[in-house]
């Protein structure tokens, strides 16, 4: 299995101290240790870094750590191989850009012997991740040539998770630059930070950040993970099927793939 | 205008001296800080760092300097914006997949009004460059909906290439991993190091290295950049039409798109 975490965030924001804690869970405290990567959106841009060595031990990663590139859209994982070799084509968040947008993806979990469904998306690795991307956004292009209404997207979305659910384990992670989506049918956690803000605890790592200093009252920050990065802080666990479509930090609609 | 360089080789090689050189022109030696991008292809994959922010002062350049990531099919670019905003959708190389390969782009020119044809890619950001590398992926994706042979391939892009080059100035790098394609219609140079391997000297920066130290007598390493980066080697100037097919540092086929 592997690490996904994920930011949205009502300003840009910074993850170093969120990804300093998950970092140490790519090899150190977490048998993670097959690669990391992570998407910044920034305006319609996204800057993407993918390194196939241990997240613990990359010169890349603690660039990351260090250096705050500022964001309203974050998605990132660490990997633990089960399908598909320790290569740069198998790195996620995996990018695809789909009516003038750049589409990230990251993913935790395994569909045993999944093949995209036809479209212009073909994955260039071998992971059933990748292919399960590919066959979202094939569905997705095959329904609507130009881009439709936020709630089309998120109807076509979600139709196509209930099927993914069904089949095996898929905790997702989803951005346009717009909005992150996230999925789980496992492990996910996620909390929102909003005034007044407090000091923070990371579990994984001898660190403490009091986010009052760093913020103003209005920021909404929500963090996203497999599992909580803090030990002081009251995490909330979503249930099997649960997904949640985030902007600027709040919930703007949920549901659940595997009920009704 | 901007800079572009590109490696060819025939073994995983480091950018790091030609970089170190590039990277002064990105506001130090050169007016070109508008942001920086470079693309190195690993296997299948492919590992993009992008920076709106001057290149000569970018934390993330001066880790692409330092950390040596070894590739066989590098595109770089640093910018000098005259088409579109200085943000990160309009910092090249740009990225698609196409046929399960990641495609990467760099342009130095100006085509105006140019806006690309109709297609599944369309550009993210708001410069001619990207519309002109959206429009040649559709004009392939139009022609071939799976994967043809390179002859095909080469004999569209080089049509391509025709249109543009009569249409405005269009230097241009591309590469699907396999191959780096390189087209000059008003500047471009490239230099083949081979056995026996000598000491260059950097034209933009006190820097020199013997490549016999870093080299074995079968390496074969093909850089191309908008102006010579060595002043005491002899770099080969392209004509205006020139464009050549590159694989393992050696010009695999050449032509000329404004000739018969």
């Given at each position: 299995?592997?690490e996904l ?5 009502n300003?840009?924001?910074d ?7 998950l970092?140490q869970?790519?090899?150190r405290?977490g048998p ?5 990567g992570?998407?910044f959106?920034?305006?319609s ?6 390194d196939?060595?241990p997240c613990?031990s990359?010169?890349i990663?603690?660039?990351i750590e260090?250096y705050?590139?500022?964001?309203e859209n974050?998605?990132c ?21 789909l009516?003038?947008q750049?589409?990230?993806f990251a993913?935790n979990?395994q ?11 073909q994955?260039?690795g ?10 979202l ?5 095959a ?5 439709p209404?936020q ?6 979305l979600?139709?196509?998770c209930a099927d993914?659910a069904?089949?095996?384990?898929c905790n997702?992670?989803l ?6 989506f996230s999925l789980?049918?496992?492990?996910l ?9 407090g000091p ?5 790592v001898e660190?403490?950040?009091?986010f009052?200093?760093?913020?103003t ?5 929500t963090?996203i993970a ?8 009251q995490w909330?666990t ?6 949640r479509?985030?902007?600027?930090g709040?919930t703007?609609?949920q549901?659940?793939?595997?009920k009704?």
């Amino acid at each position: 299995m592997c690490e996904l975490m994920g930011m949205s965030a009502n300003v840009p924001t910074d993850i170093c101290f969120s990804f300093s804690g998950l970092m140490q869970r790519g090899g150190r405290t977490g048998p993670h240790c097959d690669g990391w990567g992570v998407a910044f959106y920034e305006g319609s841009g996204v800057r993407c870094f993918h390194d196939p060595a241990p997240c613990h031990s990359s010169a890349i990663a603690q660039l990351i750590e260090s250096y705050p590139i500022k964001s309203e859209n974050v998605i990132c994982h660490i990997r633990q191989a089960n399908v598909g070799r320790v290569t740069l084509a198998n790195t996620h968040p995996f990018t695809r850009e789909l009516w003038g947008q750049y589409w990230t993806f990251a993913h935790n979990g395994q569909i045993n012997d999944f093949a995209a469904g036809e479209g212009p998306f073909q994955p260039v690795g071998n992971t059933d991740s990748e292919a399960i991307f590919c066959d979202l956004l094939n569905r997705l292009r095959a329904r609507f040539t130009q881009r439709p209404s936020q709630q089309e997207i998120l109807d076509c979305l979600t139709g196509a998770c209930a099927d993914y659910a069904r089949r095996g384990v898929c905790n997702l992670l989803l951005s346009n630059g717009e909005w992150l989506f996230s999925l789980c049918t496992t492990k996910l956690s996620w909390i929102t930070r909003r005034a007044p803000f407090g000091p923070a605890q990371l579990r994984d790592v001898e660190m403490v950040v009091d986010f009052q200093e760093h913020t103003t009252p209005n920021d909404v920050v929500t963090v996203i993970a497999t599992e909580p990065l803090t030990s002081n802080e009251q995490w909330n666990t979503c249930e099997s099927g649960e997904w949640r479509l985030w902007q600027g930090g709040e919930t703007l609609q949920q549901g659940n793939v595997l009920k009704g």
